[in-house]
């Protein structure tokens, strides 16, 4: 769902309260749960963790967050405003920042006819992180409303209370109270319509609010799908008091076809006349698709030997690894000063990171912890996020002598696209990674503390240093072919629906590095963005050794599938599908490059096809989602 927070602009409204921080804090602070004997809020002139400055004027208040420990709640409670029975709302400017993305450090904003929390009334709850509700663009200063119930009269109080969950601190600047002297006002807060839609029948469904002094008796809803129709729907008989949201859905129902959407919903004629028309109206697009492609998220964890912190790290890419095998998640470590150090990934990644251990998840801005608590979230979070394409591997040859490892990335689309803007890149992975030398143990600050993998081993019963005897480190980052924005031209600026592109990437695989372990990811970037669309990740067929045939004359595509599949071969092939537990489940004869295979009606799971033919005999693992 689409949500946008609309500040109304209110004409000649009587202001009750304003508070800038500017020379004191002034208002009251209290500690309401938690051990936490740190200050709370405090009035600050700069901010750091994260760096920002006041909104407005000298001072802001900060709630320190970033060193008190999750679950603590402080308020900071106004003075006393008095209240003339009308409709009034709180504003307030938050500093939203992206750093621990999956802290929920956050401020809940009260009205108290007391001055207690208990029995006051919750107006609005905004987090910090700007990966969390409300979900904003960019790091900075953001302004909310929240309204009072209609009518309020008499003494009340405005109480802010802050919630730790040991992220970064949180920045509150420019508090106010004001009278609304609109009439009649309704400002259109939410349309229910996804970003990326499959053929069909949707509703135009959302919800307004009655921002204005006056009941809404009457409105009309609209809506236009690129420069269309306009349709309209009249409401009458309403009695929708100040400060309720109504929820609705437009008699008239969308039937989009493939390609891009631009929608614009509004609002019009509140009782016959709108006060403020500027919150009236959002603007939505997306794109329509054929079929929903599976998403598979990819975490570049930034870590070390030197780092005693990242022991965290390697449980985390462990237990996200065994929690997630069905081709959903891939993690990469990306090392940093020490043997396994690939400086072009390394410089790269540090950009995304404010120290070890930590990572960018699908290249997002925000960097996400590794431990399990904040890793797993932010992977829930991107599967959410539905892709506009797929990448598969095909095509592998290694050849033994030389080393040489070749292989074909595909990308395949949703939908046809003729400004399509996205780059591959690939990159080589290895596991079982060992050494010999001091510089490979492993640095363990977890040392007489518990924690622990999911197989339950306490990784605290390790030494300080752990021997480079006992270390084995997985997921190593070991070649960035394409750079790490991708290689430009390797997909077309133009695109057909579920027709594969293809690029050839070669790497020489050094001595030192084991061919079994070896796996290849392809992620599919979006080149405006830089972030990760999709990827893919297959292990190297050490089988396909050139020196045997000619592995070109054999691949499957796309892989994962759907259901239907085809075999990129020269020449004719018989073609034998197996389940894991053996069990034949298809068999085909003379198969060639147009000839479509369909598992469609088979359970969803990995399956191997045997393919066999002149001089031609490989096994070639199938995902079906």
């Not at 596991?431 to 993998?453: K, L, S």
């Not at 372990?517 to 089988?543: F, H, P, R």
Request: charged fraction near 10%; glycine fraction near 8%.
């Amino acid at each position: 769902m689409l949500a946008v927070l609309l500040t109304g602009i209110m004409a000649d409204a009587q202001v009750l309260l304003s508070e800038n921080f500017d020379t004191a804090l002034n208002w009251t602070v209290a500690h309401t749960s938690g051990p936490s004997t740190l200050a709370g809020w405090t009035r600050v002139t700069g901010g750091a963790n994260p760096t920002c400055s006041p909104f407005a004027g000298a001072g802001m208040a900060q709630f320190n967050s970033y060193d008190i420990e999750e679950n603590n709640s402080y308020t900071l409670t106004s003075p006393a405003i008095t209240f003339g029975g009308l409709f009034y709302k709180a504003s307030f400017s938050l500093y939203r920042d992206g750093g621990y993305a999956t802290s929920a450090d956050r401020v809940r904003v009260y009205y108290s006819t007391t001055g207690a929390l208990g029995g006051a009334t919750l107006l609005t709850t905004v987090n910090r992180s700007l990966t969390l509700a409300p979900v904003e663009a960019a790091e900075g200063w953001y302004t909310y409303d929240a309204y009072l119930p209609y009518g309020a009269t008499g003494t009340g109080y405005i109480i802010i209370s802050a919630t730790s969950a040991y992220g970064n601190n949180i920045f509150m600047d420019s508090v106010s109270v004001e009278q609304i002297n609109a009439v009649n006002d309704a400002a259109l807060n939410a349309v229910s319509l996804n970003t990326v839609l499959t053929l069909g029948t949707y509703p135009i469904a959302g919800s307004f609010k009655n921002i204005g002094a006056n009941p809404i008796t009457s409105i009309d809803l609209n809506w236009q799908d690129n420069g269309g129709t306009i349709h309209t729907q009249s409401l009458t008989g309403l009695n929708i008091n100040p400060g309720q949201t109504y929820n609705f859905s437009h008699t008239d129902q969308w039937t989009p076809t493939t390609g891009v959407y631009s929608m614009s919903v509004w609002v019009s004629n509140t009782n016959g006349n709108d006060s403020n028309p500027a919150n009236d109206t959002i603007d939505l697009s997306g794109y329509v698709v054929n079929e929903i492609f599976p998403k598979t998220v990819v975490y570049e964890e930034a870590t070390g030997t030197w780092c005693g912190w990242c022991v965290r790290g390697h449980i985390g890419l462990k237990d996200m690894e065994h929690y997630h095998p069905d081709g959903s998640w891939i993690g990469i470590a990306v090392h940093n000063a020490d043997p396994m150090v690939l400086a072009a990934y390394d410089t790269a990644l540090a950009s995304f990171i404010s120290g070890y251990p930590s990572g960018a998840i699908n290249r997002n801005p925000a960097e996400v912890d590794p431990g399990l608590s904040s890793i797993e979230p932010a992977y829930q979070d991107e599967l959410t996020k539905t892709p506009l394409g797929k990448v598969a591997v095909a095509n592998q040859t290694w050849d033994p002598n030389t080393r040489l490892i070749t292989f074909d990335a595909q990308s395949i689309f949703a939908l046809d696209m003729p400004n399509a803007n996205y780059n591959l890149s690939a990159v080589i992975v290895e596991n079982n990674v060992t050494g010999t030398t001091a510089t490979w143990r492993q640095r363990n600050y977890y040392t007489g503390n518990t924690i622990t993998d999911w197989t339950g081993f306490n990784w605290g019963t390790y030494p300080a240093y752990i021997p480079a005897a006992t270390m084995v480190y997985n997921h190593v980052g070991r070649a960035l072919l394409g750079g790490f924005q991708g290689v430009n031209g390797s997909v077309p600026t133009s695109v057909s629906y579920n027709t594969p592109n293809s690029y050839t990437f070669t790497h020489t695989l050094p001595a030192a590095q084991k061919a079994d372990d070896i796996s290849i990811v392809v992620m599919l970037l979006d080149k405006a963005t830089g972030q990760i669309v999709n990827a893919t990740e297959v292990e190297l067929d050490t089988t396909l050794s050139s020196m045997a045939f000619d592995a070109k004359h054999y691949g499957v595509y796309p892989n994962p599938t759907t259901g239907i599949f085809n075999i990129n071969t020269e020449n004719p092939v018989n073609v034998s599908v197996v389940d894991v537990m053996g069990k034949v489940v298809f068999q085909a004869q003379n198969v060639t490059r147009e000839t479509a295979i369909n598992l469609g009606g088979l359970q969803k799971g990995v399956y191997l096809a045997q393919i066999t033919g002149e001089k031609i005999s490989s096994t070639e693992k199938i995902i079906l989602n």
